[in-house]
Every structure is written in C-alpha cells, then in structure tokens.
C-alpha cells in the first residue's frame, strides 16, 4: 500500500536537495597571498649603491597592531577612525618581517647598525575612487657596539595606489617599501664616516 504519492515523493525530494545547498555552502575562494616583489628584482635596481654606505645589521619593531598579515585600509571621508582589512587578501608575512628582510638585502658587511620603528603602514581612500598608501616609521643608527645613538629620523612616506582595492594597496605598498629603502641610502650617505 503506498501512502505518499508519486508527485509527492518528487517534492519531497526537490526540497531536500535544495535544502542540502544551502547545509553545505560553496568553499570560499583561496585566500590570495602577497608580498613586496621578487628581491632580485630589487638587489639589480640597487646595485649601483656602494656597499661602505649599507647597514650592517637591521632590526624592525612595529606596535602589536602591525604584526599580522592583513592589508589596512582607512576610509577618511566616511569614518576616519575605522581600520580595514581586505577580505581576499594578505600579506604573505607581517610588514615588519617583509622590510626586515627587504632592508636586509642591502646590507654591507661592516658598519652602522640599523633600527626601525614602524608607525603606519596602510592603504588610506580620501574619497571613493582617490586612494593612497602611506608608510611612516623612525630610524635610528648605532654603532656595531653599544647603545649609543649615532642619528635618528622620522620617515613619512606616501604613494598614490594606481586603483582605489586591494591590488592597488599592494602595488603601491611595494613601490613604496622600495622608495623608504631608498631614502634611507640616501640619508646613510650624510651620516659621518662608518665606524
């Protein structure tokens, strides 16, 4: 004896598949991860620099903040206080380590060492389609011995991102990582003689 239709047994299982959607939703796309570009790259744009005027050791602090992998973005015309993260992407390591590792690749085998303080490093929108990256961070000189402070300066840095996302934010992050390493050879060279 059958006590549910046909036609019934069919919507039954209409409902029950469509349901089984919606229990199990579709997987998230894959996080895309980035950093600031290939170091080769970078090491063949700097080669022209002499070694005499390169750290011989650098360090990088940053606030608790900084010490992840998100991407910041701030929207100052709507609500300036809020901090952002794209959803999508990453940073492949934590600012700090990433311009360690860049500063790195400049370094010479003797001479001052070099320690940064990162303060800010995030996208920053002024209005829907006007966006920049701004890099801020205080570097200070030592010897290669003792805790003596040999120079010290504050670096604010800014770079307009070539579109108002994410890509735009890591396009300009690197451009920008590149333009601090510059500025800081440059401020080498007025330093007095090597130690």
């Not at 809020?82 to 959803?87: D, E, G, H, K, S």
């Not at 303060?119 to 990256?133: K, M, N, S």
């Not at 205080?138 to 670096?155: M, N, Y």
């Amino acid at each position: 004896m059958n006590l549910i239709s046909r036609p019934a047994l069919l919507a039954i299982g209409l409902i029950i598949s469509v349901s089984s959607c919606s229990l199990f939703p579709e997987r998230p796309s894959s996080l895309a991860l980035h950093d600031f570009g290939s170091s080769e790259k970078f090491t063949a744009s700097q080669s022209g620099g002499s070694e005499a005027s390169a750290w011989s050791t650098v360090s990088v602090e940053a606030p608790e903040w900084l010490q992840n992998e998100n991407i910041r973005y701030r929207l100052l015309y709507i609500d300036p206080t809020r901090v952002r993260f794209y959803a999508q992407d990453r940073w492949l390591a934590s600012p700090p380590a990433m311009l360690a590792q860049r500063l790195s690749v400049t370094n010479g085998t003797h001479g001052w060492r070099l320690k940064i303080r990162l303060l800010e490093f995030e996208q920053i929108f002024d209005g829907p389609q006007r966006a920049r990256v701004i890099l801020a961070f205080r570097a200070s000189v030592q010897p290669p011995t003792g805790e003596e402070i040999v120079a010290d300066k504050l670096f604010n840095l800014s770079l307009p991102s070539p579109t108002p996302d994410a890509a735009g934010a890591v396009t300009a992050s690197a451009k920008l990582v590149d333009e601090a390493v510059h500025s800081l050879q440059t401020w080498f060279t007025e330093l007095p003689a090597q130690p």
